[in-house]
Each structure stands twice: as structure tokens, then as C-alpha cells.
């Protein structure tokens, strides 16, 4: 294997997880027992060239960001974005008028999670999330709260790119090239999709191998690896 990897990051596969979900897919071993983690299959969409797995790789576990929660997938959709050059404003509004609107966040308190200038409106520590949303909603106005609210994230995650950088230059990574990156370990995972799709298996465990010129995914006595191309 190549002098160049630096980490490496082990997976699971089941073709039905018992959780909640109940999907045919893949996750990071880190996220195996968080309840909001869904297995992910190699499907991308069309304007964001790699899985969701990948995502949680670059975006999340490689810039030190935890797996899930609102504060944490804020910090990990500018990484998306910078990375993608994707619009995330259309993630952050779904999170806002499905979630937060709903006094709904995950990992945090709401008067944790509220920037400043929201949170000192509220005068009943005691209220109920939704019942706290309400109320600053009749004082504030839905589309003001919800604009605020979508301004919050996206400081949240610009503010979090000095820790993102960090993490990847710790890890000896070039965050210059996530692009790349994501394409070769994008490639490998198809790889290893169709593989075990082919031979019915219903499990199976293998390991992301990620390095500056070329990233690796052992999965048994198999060894796959790709070039990271060049994304300028």
C-alpha cells in the first residue's frame, strides 16, 4: 500500500439493518449506533457527483464534525458546498421549516442551539420547544424567524472551516483536493456496492483507505484502489 495513505476508515454493510430504517445499505463504524444515521447506498443525485457516505466521510468525520445533529450537519453542508460547489441553502431551509419551525433540534438544547439575538426574546426558560417557537413566531413574524434562522446555519458553518481545515492538515490531507478525493473513494464504494449486490451477501465489512494521491478499500483479500484525479 502506498507510503501517501494517511487514515483509514472502516465500514459496514448490511442488506437489512435492524434499526428504525431498515435499509439496504453501508455506514461508517463511528456512526453504527446513532439512531439518526441511515444506511447509505452509492446513489448521488445529479448536481452533487458522490453518496451520502461520502459525505459523512469528507464533510463530517474527516473535518472532525460529529455524525449528526443540526449544529453538526450545518458545519458539514458548507463543506458540501465548498466542496461541491453546490447550493445548500435548500438543505438548510427543509431543516428549518421541518425541525427547527417545530421546536424540533437534535443535539443541543433550543436555547443552545438559538444565536443571540433570538434566544434573548425568550422569557419562559421553562416552556416546551414548540411552545417556545410559537411564541417567538407571533413576536417575531414566521418569515423573519425562519430567514434568521437559515442566516444562523450558515454562519455556523462558515465560522467552522478554520476547524475544518485544521482536522484535514492534522489528519496529513490536502483539504485543497476534496474534490478529487471524493471522486476516487466515490468510485471505490460503487465498486464494492456492485460487489457485494452481485454475491448476495448479507453483511460484510471493509475499510476506506484515504490518501493525498490515491485512496484504497480493502474488503477482505480484495484490494481496490483509485487515482485521485486532479479536480481543478
Same mark, same amino acid.
Given at each position: ?82 466542496? *461541491?460547489?453546490?447550493? !445548500? &441553502?435548500?438543505? +438548510? ?5 421541518? #425541525?427547527? @419551525?417545530?421546536?424540533?433540534? $437534535? /443535539? ?19 416552556? *416546551?420547544?414548540?411552545? !417556545? &417557537?410559537?411564541? +417567538? ?5 414566521? #418569515?423573519? @424567524?425562519?430567514?434568521?434562522? $437559515? /442566516? ?24 485543497? &483536493? ?55
Amino acid at each position: 500500500m502506498s507510503e501517501h495513505v494517511k487514515i483509514e476508515i472502516p465500514i459496514t454493510y448490511f442488506r437489512q439493518w435492524n434499526d428504525d430504517y431498515g435499509a439496504r445499505g453501508w455506514k461508517l463504524d463511528v456512526t453504527i449506533d446513532d439512531p439518526e444515521i441511515i444506511a447509505c447506498t452509492p446513489f448521488h443525485g445529479d448536481k452533487i457527483p458522490t453518496s451520502v457516505l461520502i459525505h459523512d466521510i469528507l464533510d463530517h468525520f474527516l473535518c472532525g464534525f460529529g455524525p449528526s445533529g443540526h449544529r453538526n450537519e450545518a458545519m458539514a453542508l458548507a463543506q458540501l458546498g465548498s466542496r *461541491a460547489g453546490s447550493d !445548500i &441553502i435548500p438543505d +438548510l431551509t427543509q431543516m428549518v421549516e421541518e #425541525d427547527l @419551525l417545530h421546536g424540533n433540534v $437534535i /443535539g443541543e438544547s433550543l436555547e443552545q442551539f438559538l444565536p443571540n439575538t433570538i434566544s434573548q426574546l425568550i422569557t419562559d426558560g421553562k416552556a *416546551a420547544n414548540r411552545e !417556545i &417557537i410559537e411564541r +417567538l413566531i407571533i413576536s417575531m413574524g414566521r #418569515d423573519r @424567524l425562519k430567514a434568521e434562522l $437559515i /442566516g444562523h446555519m450558515i454562519d455556523i458553518g462558515r465560522q467552522a472551516t478554520p476547524m475544518a481545515m485544521g482536522q484535514w492538515n492534522q489528519h496529513g490531507l490536502d483539504y485543497g &483536493i476534496r474534490k478529487g478525493i471524493g471522486f476516487a473513494l466515490q468510485e471505490l464504494f460503487e465498486q464494492t456496492d456492485a460487489y457485494v449486490i452481485q454475491n448476495e451477501l448479507q453483511t460484510a465489512q471493509a475499510s476506506f483507505w484515504v490518501g493525498n494521491n490515491q485512496c484504497y478499500l480493502s474488503f477482505w483479500s480484495i484490494m481496490l484502489s483509485v487515482i485521485v484525479p486532479s479536480s481543478g
